[in-house]
């Protein structure tokens, strides 16, 4: 059934890219007969199904290289490059979509990383193209494809279903405002992102990538393995070149898990920054819409684009006054601005919880910084780390863990959603699902493919754990729920990451904390506190297979300050030589279809 969800899109898609002279790619089956008629049986006949059509299994180090579009290599490409391309005219918006849909094609049923298909994003791309020759250029995404995660609402011909078949038909009231300043911005929306389904909240055993509407996404590094989640699919499109950029939400992880476990770049942004309205919600208090690209540089574009208050999202009224004039990507530099900075390590906080071999391979990462001129403090520490970090693994509900309810995450948002999902509910046209419990009895009654039972569906192996915890709340909040939202804001905000930022403690700060998000307590406490993070590509992991990323956390609203540090460790990296970089999938396991993928 997914299946079809993106071919019938393709259909439409293809019929229209007739309208557009010459084809994106060459035709490997056009034959003509001695009379210049076209051969049909043989031009039928695909003789040479190796390197774009098949991977090769007898060349594992070349399974799907991508083809060169109208003899341009679009692999790897950056946005400026895009545009210098389309400015040139060498290439147009439509072709480079018509591109990008034949690389989804060769990829997306080892990846599954596309759930649907924008059936009218050629009509937009001729649009743009025409804008384009026109004059108008609106800035630096025109004409460029992008994807969203399915639990971002787009008001055109595409489902907003958080991957499950309750919401399948239902109609969203409006586009979620990041969509629409993408939009406005030029930008190309190709499609929707597969995601873990209900974004992480339905399940505690679950597997990471899957959704009932979406089945298993799957990394292009290692497609056995838990791909990073929950926004799973945006970041697998863009590791594996199937788009330019894509957006993610995050509650507790959300970007920068998937972000660093597929190499590629992830901002999230302080809770406030970006709107989440018109985003199947989890918790007011966490959520926020990140970006994902390949590099900086293209993942701040994005963020430029999509940050700004909003009259449907009151949070966002605290950036007033605290966001740069002209945007973020002002603050884009280079490695020469390391000389001076000073980065602070919490190392007992963090990277002591970290596997010692992929430690081994950050730590030369951050020798390369000292031999840049930035100083390194090891031992800059949250005050209250062994209080408010598990010592084990992400844990949300690490609170109740230690006995004290009163001090966990998980108490906040499990009200939090009950709530804030039937807010989200109510602006829904044409569905019978209006509460969380519609959502579990839908799950019960659809239990073979939404696992609605602990044991039934291996992806859901708790069932729907979480949404019944959420059920139980019954949305009160209590005593338990402000005293532990409380806690959680105040620990790791000013005595936490804040008081290791003041690490001089005279007003001094930190330029940024580096930790090692592949320890999911990293993010964990930046997402409690509601401050921002950005995760770099920074290695492989030599047995997984797996990438790994270097990630950056600061105070509030400190992502002009995050944006400065990461570009200049982004570009020594890729001007050093070293090996801490993002490098490109090796498609392992691309045979594979396990379900739950497995956790390393």
């Not at 293809?14 to 035709?27: K, Q």
């Not at 439509?94 to 596309?114: D, F, G, H, K, P």
């Not at 690490?398 to 039937?422: L, M």
């Not at 993010?523 to 770099?536: D, S």
């Amino acid at each position: 059934m997914r299946r079809l969800i993106v071919e019938q899109s393709v259909i439409s898609v293809l019929f229209a890219s007739v309208l557009f002279a010459g084809a994106a790619v060459g035709n490997p089956y056009e034959r003509r007969a001695g009379n210049g008629s076209i051969d049909l049986a043989t031009s039928q006949v695909l003789e040479d199904p190796f390197p774009y059509y098949f991977p090769n299994q007898n060349d594992s180090s070349n399974l799907f290289p991508m083809e060169s579009c109208r003899g341009v290599t679009l692999e790897e490409a950056t946005i400026d490059q895009l545009q210098d391309y389309m400015s040139n005219g060498k290439l147009t918006a439509s072709q480079i979509a018509m591109c990008y849909l034949q690389r989804q094609y060769q990829t997306e049923e080892y990846v599954n990383a596309v759930l649907q298909l924008n059936p009218d994003f050629m009509t937009i791309a001729a649009q743009l193209d025409a804008e384009r020759a026109a004059g108008r250029v609106r800035g630096p995404l025109h004409g460029i494809p992008f994807l969203i995660k399915d639990n971002i609402a787009s008001k055109d011909k595409m489902e907003t279903t958080a991957g499950s078949w309750a919401l399948v038909g239902s109609v969203v009231p409006r586009d979620a405002l990041v969509v629409s300043k993408l939009r406005e911005a030029g930008a190309l929306l190709m499609g929707k992102a597969t995601l873990s389904e209900w974004a992480d909240m339905r399940s505690n055993n679950y597997s990471e990538g899957y959704s009932a509407r979406g089945g298993q996404a799957r990394s292009a590094y290692n497609l056995t393995l838990n791909p990073g989640g929950s926004s799973s699919g945006s970041a697998i499109a863009v590791a594996a070149n199937q788009v330019m950029f894509a957006l993610g939400t995050e509650t507790d992880g959300s970007v920068i898990n998937p972000a660093e476990r597929n190499a590629i770049v992830g901002i999230k942004p302080t809770v406030g920054l970006t709107s989440r309205a018109g985003v199947i919600p989890e918790s007011a208090h966490q959520d926020t819409v990140g970006t994902f690209a390949r590099t900086v540089r293209d993942a701040v574009y994005v963020l430029d684009a999509i940050y700004g208050p909003d009259h449907r999202d009151n949070y966002t009224s605290a950036q007033v006054g605290k966001t740069p004039a002209g945007g973020y990507s002002q603050f884009l530099s280079n490695k020469s601005t390391l000389k001076g900075a000073v980065f602070g390590l919490p190392w007992q906080s963090f990277w002591a919880l970290n596997d010692p071999a992929q430690t081994a391979q950050l730590l030369t990462l951050i020798s390369l910084l000292k031999s840049a001129g930035a100083t390194i403090i090891n031992g800059t520490e949250l005050p209250n780390y062994q209080t408010i970090v598990s010592p084990t693994f992400w844990n949300w509900d690490y609170g109740t863990t230690r006995g004290y309810a009163n001090e966990s995450e998980y108490t906040v948002v499990k009200v939090d959603f009950y709530n804030n999902i039937a807010s989200y509910l109510s602006e829904l046209e044409n569905t019978n699902i209006r509460s969380l419990a519609d959502i579990v009895q839908y799950n019960l009654d659809n239990t073979g493919s939404e696992g609605g039972s602990p044991g039934i569906h291996p992806a859901f192996g708790s069932g729907q754990d979480g949404f019944l915890a959420s059920l139980a709340t019954g949305g009160v909040m209590d005593e338990t729920y402000y005293q532990a939202l409380s806690f959680c804001q105040r620990s790791t905000r000013e005595e936490g990451i804040d008081a290791a930022l003041n690490y001089f403690n005279n007003g001094t700060m930190l330029d940024a904390l580096l930790v090692p998000p592949d320890v999911g307590q990293t993010y964990q406490i930046a997402a409690q506190a509601g401050y921002p993070m950005i995760t770099l590509p920074a290695g492989v992991n030599a047995v997984s297979h797996m990438p790994f990323g270097l990630a950056l956390m600061g105070t509030a609203w400190s992502e002009a300050i995050l944006v400065k540090w990461a570009s200049a460790i982004e570009d020594l990296q890729f001007s050093s030589g070293t090996a801490q970089k993002r490098t490109a999938p090796t498609w392992r396991g691309y045979t594979e279809r396990n379900v739950p993928v497995l956790n390393a």
